[in-house]
């Protein structure tokens, strides 16, 4: 072989790549990390071309133990990876070979197309799986919280502006909401992952006679039933990358949820509300402030969903002109996919160890649910139970509002004189709207914050989650 040319694809070429084209087209440096993947395929592969009689058992088992010295080689550290072998299907492949001469009949009817088409389901499959259980420890931190702190009533924001009363824990199971809906979307993503690329060769199959059926089965892309579960094009199944897409969009959405779950935890630790306060281990101070103790896991919480977002239009850009089938650009869909996957992973942690360590300052969330605006809502009900139009009443308790203002006192300090020269639909009892825990009570319906809805949400999440 001539010096420097490349033993995978080398026999058409005179010379091999210069040393800056090597440095360019390597994706070994980020793509070894689906080596566990890419064993798991090469032993399903040699498998079903020993099954259907293309090599024998005895270089199957050559090649299967040659894959398991080399699998093991790799978790030790031990293994050497080399940039002029381009990538992890290369580097192990031709390391496979040195050491069993049966390795040069594995790539039979197989293209590095359909292999890393194949190692990155497995990858989706693996890396959903993780990512729902990190959420999965998130949300059980949340419902710890809600069901440690049932008595805390808060004002519940719109516009950031005090809008109603709800529980805390009624606040907290919104984001237990939203987290479910990540974790049911990566167990799609999953779903959407598992169907088995290989055989569909480098575009267009192989005229060999193999079993894909069967190499599906050996790998887990099957059906609840057990059934396999084989691509149906070849050409799309090489050209394909909506799996990754729809993985940086899970993690993006997750992204958006963490980092609106943070600006909330960020707002609550501000001296202007204090409902909380963040543990010491997930904060930190300032270098030239000594009093400040900064929410900076909230904040990377936040930054990190950019990260998310710009990985998931870097795959968007990535493939949006690409003709098919496979075109090489398309290594560039891995270290966004990567890097998704790692930020997501952390991000679920981080939060989950905030949640656990955040402490909520009762006294300053009742200071602030105290204030008895919060109710006029609810007393525009109360006048629409008296018979008024809900247009009318609502014109009437603005008014109340106006008046209260105007003379310097809270809406519940009015005379009933007073608000009855408003309307006269406000009888005696018209102040009683403003018992907190009357008022709360009374949200009994499915979604409600009230406290009878609250426990059974709560003993819903209880057996979601456990
Ligand atoms: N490292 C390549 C990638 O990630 C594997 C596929 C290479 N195929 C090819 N025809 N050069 O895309």
Same mark, same amino acid.
């Given at each position: 072989m001539a010096k420097g040319k490349q033993a995978s694809w080398g026999g058409r070429f005179s010379a091999g790549p210069a040393d800056l084209m090597l440095q360019f087209s390597e994706s070994v440096s980020f793509d070894r990390r689906l080596a566990p993947f890419d064993v798991a395929g090469s032993k399903a592969h040699s498998a079903m071309l020993a099954h259907v009689g293309l090599i024998t058992t005895a270089e199957r088992d050559a090649i299967h133990r040659g894959l398991d010295a080399i699998l093991a080689e790799i978790e030790a550290g031990r293994f050497k990876w080399d940039i002029?072998?381009?990538d992890v299907h290369m580097n192990i492949e031709q390391a496979l070979t040195k050491r069993e001469?049966?390795?040069?009949?594995? $790539?039979t009817a197989r293209s590095r197309n359909d292999q890393i088409a194949t190692d990155m389901r497995l990858f989706f499959k693996h890396a959903c799986g993780v990512l729902r259980n990190k959420i999965l420890g998130a949300e059980r931190a949340l419902l710890a919280l809600a069901k440690a702190h049932r008595a805390v009533l808060i004002p519940g924001y719109t516009h950031l502006q005090r809008a109603q009363p709800v529980e805390l824990a009624h606040h907290l199971l919104a984001w237990l909401e939203m987290l479910e809906r990540d974790r049911a979307r990566f167990g799609d993503v999953a779903d959407h992952a598992?169907?088995?690329?290989? @055989?569909? @060769? &480098?575009?267009a199959g192989t005229t060999l006679p193999i079993d894909r059926e069967f190499t599906a089965k050996a790998l887990g892309f099957?059906?609840?039933? @057990?059934r396999p579960q084989v691509t149906q094009n070849s050409m799309d199944t090489v050209a394909d990358r909506d799996v990754f897409i729809e993985f940086a969009t899970a993690a993006a959405i997750l992204g958006v949820h963490l980092s609106r779950i943070a600006e909330d935890l960020i707002l609550w630790s501000s001296a202007e509300f204090k409902f909380v306060d963040m543990a010491d281990a997930f904060s930190t101070g300032s270098s030239l402030m000594p009093q400040k103790k900064n929410p900076d896991a909230c904040e990377l919480l936040r930054g990190k969903s950019a990260r998310l977002q710009g990985n998931l239009h870097t795959l968007l850009t990535l493939t949006? @002109?690409?003709?098919?089938?496979?075109?090489?650009?398309?290594?560039?869909?891995?270290p966004p996919v990567f890097d998704s996957f790692d930020q997501a992973a952390i991000c679920a942690d981080v939060l989950a160890g905030t949640l656990a360590g955040l402490k909520i300052n009762a006294v300053r969330c009742a200071a602030a649910v105290?204030?008895? &605006?919060?109710l006029a809502t609810d007393l525009a009900d109360y006048l629409v139970q008296q018979g008024v139009p809900f247009r009318e009443a609502h014109h009437a308790v603005g008014a109340v509002v106006r008046l209260a203002e105007t003379r310097g006192v809270?809406?519940? &300090?009015?005379a009933t004189s007073d608000v009855q020269t408003v $309307?006269?639909?406000?009888?005696?009892?018209?102040?009683?709207?403003?018992d907190l825990q009357r008022a709360l009570a009374?949200?009994?319906?499915?979604?409600?914050?009230g406290p009878k809805q609250v426990s059974r949400q709560i003993a819903r999440w209880q057996k979601l989650l456990s």
């Open positions: 002029r072998l381009e001469p049966a390795a040069a009949k594995l $790539h598992n169907w088995c690329p290989l @055989g569909s @060769g &480098a575009i099957v059906d609840a039933k @057990g949006k @002109g690409l003709p098919l089938t496979y075109n090489r650009d398309l290594q560039e869909d891995k105290q204030d008895p &605006a919060l809270e809406l519940n &300090a009015l $309307h006269p639909a406000f009888k005696a009892d018209w102040a009683g709207v403003f009374k949200r009994t319906g499915t979604g409600m914050p």
